[in-house]
């Protein structure tokens, strides 16, 4: 379905909510964004059409749990427009955090966080999206915790280091990361949260450690010492051998 110049705002909302469709609902979705996106130069045109249309904004909260990723992007985008024009967006977004369903959740605080807001509820959605198996989501997921330690500080700083002692292997992987960047850029001291990864039993979360490490300022001669001895003796070639690299870096 194709949704022409006179934008038929009920059929896209109908079109959005099939069942069956994804892609007739990623055209709705799609087609709405295109449409706000042309809309915001006229505001009183984008006023009027939440006036007519009181559900759009439930609609496109509700589509954030969309399993095609692609509807859930358009109406992320749409809801990022339509909260400078509508006082039911945070609200709705924030009630979506409660859901119960991860992918919603997440959907949700990313477009808050979008929007430069923070409440703590958000944090278990950006945590959770840090130990997702695919690789795009958890580090769209720890750029905005980045994005939101600029503004907020230190909530963001300790929801970070709690990632690092997640059960998920790939979630204390991902925050190890995350620590390195916020140690870099002086949010928190980094070298205290990154040298309890050094003993982790998991050689991809070692690895994360080292290279986090490698971003700091300066690192201590504990931490020298102990990436001497990782390089001698750590069970996995990969993980020696980025230790190693990362001392021949930082001898100078």
Same mark, same amino acid.
């Given at each position: ?6 934008f ?8 959005? +909510? ?7 609902r ?8 295109? &449409?706000?996106?042309?809309a ?11 006036? %007519? ?21 358009? $109406? ?13 967006? =945070? ?5 979506? #955090?409660?859901?119960?369903?991860? !992918?919603?959740? &997440? ?11 923070? &409440? ?18 958890? !580090? %769209? %997921? ?5 994005? #939101? $330690? ?6 963001? $700083?300790?929801? %970070?280091? $709690?990632?690092? +002692? ?10 190890g ?8 850029? +002086?949010? #928190?001291?980094?070298e205290?949260?990154?040298l ?23 690192l201590?001669? =504990? ?8 390089a001698?003796?750590d ?18």
């Amino acid at each position: 379905m194709q949704f022409g110049n006179n934008f038929n705002f009920e059929e896209a909302l109908r079109a959005l +909510q099939d069942p069956w469709d994804p892609e007739l609902r990623l055209n709705a979705a799609a087609s709405i964004s295109r &449409w706000l996106a042309e809309a915001v130069a006229a505001p009183e045109q984008v006023e009027e059409t939440l006036a %007519a249309h009181p559900d759009l904004v439930d609609s496109l909260v509700r589509a954030l749990a969309d399993r095609h990723k692609g509807v859930q992007v358009h $109406a992320a985008e749409c809801l990022e427009v339509l909260a400078h024009f509508s006082p039911e967006v =945070v609200p709705a977004l924030r009630s979506a #955090l409660q859901s119960g369903d991860a !992918w919603h959740a &997440w959907a949700a605080a990313i477009v808050l966080a979008r929007l430069n807001l923070w &409440w703590p509820e958000m944090g278990p959605a950006l945590a959770g999206a840090m130990g997702s198996r695919n690789r795009d989501l958890r !580090w %769209a %997921a720890a750029s905005l915790v980045l994005r #939101l $330690a600029e503004r907020y500080g230190r909530p963001l $700083a300790d929801l %970070a280091v $709690a990632a690092t +002692q997640d059960p998920d292997p790939v979630r204390r992987r991902m925050a190890g990361y995350l620590v390195g960047e916020m140690g870099r850029r +002086q949010y #928190l001291e980094a070298e205290p949260v990154l040298l309890p990864l050094l003993e982790d039993p998991e050689p991809e979360v070692r690895r994360a450690g080292i290279l986090a490490l490698n971003r700091q300022p300066s690192l201590s001669p =504990v931490a020298r010492e102990r990436l001497g001895q990782i390089a001698g003796a750590d069970p996995d070639p990969f993980v020696r051998r980025t230790a190693a690299a990362v001392l021949s870096r930082r001898s100078t």
